[in-house]
């Protein structure tokens, strides 16, 4: 009888001081270096987003924020190591609309859920795509290049950073808008598709402003459109492809921050309020601005219903 009154009253201590201990932990974090996992290879638009606010981060919250690169299936690989990480704010993930958007309706056998296994921290960024092919392809506009789609049907190959990527959902929906059939080559990031294109070893891709942008200037790939409605502030002599010949034709590109489902709202908040004051830096909103990004920010709920929004669309 008194061994038992001993356990229950051990154990009532125990869960007593539960809320405690979870508000030390809050209170104290970090107290060690913080790993973000970025889902693509290293040198495409999310892991540069992601190394332009590791340093601001690491300085705002005082411990290191160490860059991961875990590429493959469309940013499934990267996205379903974080889902099943701590929920202790010590490991984040850079999602984008093709983790948390398109995945969902391309992966039969997703091994996470946005919704479920995510706390949103916050939206970091907004760009549009832009539509590169290679630099001998017989086509300068977006029309000529429907032209040539057509007569050259099931003959052009696209580059894309992997099954349900943004880009491989722009380029699906540039063909069903233009009547035309080409063909995907599924890569693990923008870098070894970018590497293709310019040697010639496919036709075309849907990329980021920040990866395909130099190239262009360069003149090593051609650019055909922006994939927005307006032009961008970064490239405003850019047509874009809706008034090129396919009108209404608009995919959007976002990266949010987020953390494992069940991560201490205090510690969600401290990332998101250190996130908001590094993209209200003067020197990261040039940085964003030079390679076609657009600070977002905001609160969490903000990240919560673009994430969701995705999803129904």
């Known amino acids: 009888m008194i061994d038992h009154l001993v356990k229950t009253f051990v154990a009532a201590l125990w869960i007593a001081a539960l809320p405690l201990v979870t508000v030390t932990a809050a209170s104290t974090f970090p107290d060690r270096p913080i790993k973000i996992v970025v889902p693509f290879t290293a040198g495409g638009a999310v892991d ?8 601001k981060l690491s ?3 005082g411990q290191p924020v160490i860059i991961e690169n875990r590429g493959g299936a469309g940013g499934m690989v990267g996205a379903g190591s974080v889902a099943k990480a701590p929920a202790d704010g010590y490991t984040l993930l850079v999602g984008t609309v093709s983790t948390h958007g398109t995945n969902v309706s391309v992966y039969a056998n997703l091994d996470y859920d946005p919704v479920r296994d995510f706390a949103p921290i916050v939206l970091v960024s907004q760009s549009p795509l832009m539509m590169v092919a290679r630099r001998n392809l017989p086509a300068r506009s977006v029309s ?3 032209t040539l789609a057509r007569r050259e049907s099931g003959k052009l190959s696209y580059g894309s950073y992997g099954v349900g990527s943004i880009n491989q959902f722009a380029a699906e929906l540039f063909n069903m808008m233009a009547q035309t059939q080409t063909n995907h080559v599924p890569y693990r990031g923008s870098a070894p598709a970018l590497t293709d294109l310019m040697s010639g070893q496919i036709d075309y891709m849907f990329d980021g402003v920040s990866t395909s942008m130099g190239h262009v200037r360069s003149g090593t790939i051609r650019l055909l459109g922006i994939a927005s409605l307006a032009r961008t502030p970064v490239m405003p002599e850019a047509p874009t492809i809706a008034e090129s010949g396919l009108p209404g034709f608009d995919v959007p590109v976002w990266f949010g921050l987020f953390a494992p489902a069940g991560t201490n709202p205090a510690i969600v908040d401290a990332i998101n309020k250190a996130t908001n004051a ?13 390679l076609g990004f657009e600070p977002a920010g905001g609160s969490a709920d903000v990240l919560a219903r673009k994430m969701k929004a995705e999803i129904e669309k």
């Open 48 to 55: 540069v987003v992601a190394r332009i606010l590791a340093p």
């Open 144 to 146: 000529e290049f429907i």
């Open 59 to 61: 300085d705002l919250l």
């Open 278 to 290: 590094a993209l209200a830096m003067p020197d990261v909103k040039e940085s964003f601005a030079r």
